[in-house]
């Protein structure tokens, strides 16, 4: 058998390589999912910080909570279109599907991480 032949038959079974790639992506979407979860429920212990009486900026608080909730529902979403790629022995985290939920799945974290912090720093340093 040469080389070529045997090249061919290896591009339709899925490598270790691609596993590992599959392995990476779920993992560190899971990890978003985590830090998200964690976000969402533990920002009530900041809120400890404030007074709730003086408390403003609530919009950003309700928009950064709305974020972590998309965040982790796209991160389940994302899991699911793997697995079901994995069904079919499919390693492939190339697929339009999943590329098309993790990216907003990063943007809605960083945007909601982005709008815990400016609640916290807007309630605790600017005086209005």
């Known amino acids: 058998m040469n080389t070529k032949t045997k090249n061919n038959k290896n591009k339709n079974k899925p490598g270790q390589h691609d596993k590992d790639s599959v392995d990476t992506y779920k993992d560190l979407t899971k990890l978003i999912i985590t830090l998200s979860t964690g976000t969402f429920v533990l920002s009530p212990a900041f809120l400890g910080l404030l007074q709730l009486k003086s408390m403003k900026f609530l919009g950003y608080l309700w928009t950064s909570w709305a974020l972590l909730l998309i965040s ?10 793997l697995a079901g790629t994995q069904h079919k022995n499919e390693y492939n985290i190339d697929n339009l599907f999943t590329k098309f939920l993790s990216i907003p799945q990063w943007l809605t974290f960083i945007l909601g991480i982005l709008f815990f912090g400016i609640f916290m720093v807007k309630n605790l340093f600017v005086k209005v």
């Open 72 to 81: 982790i529902i796209l991160g389940l979403f994302v899991l699911s279109s």
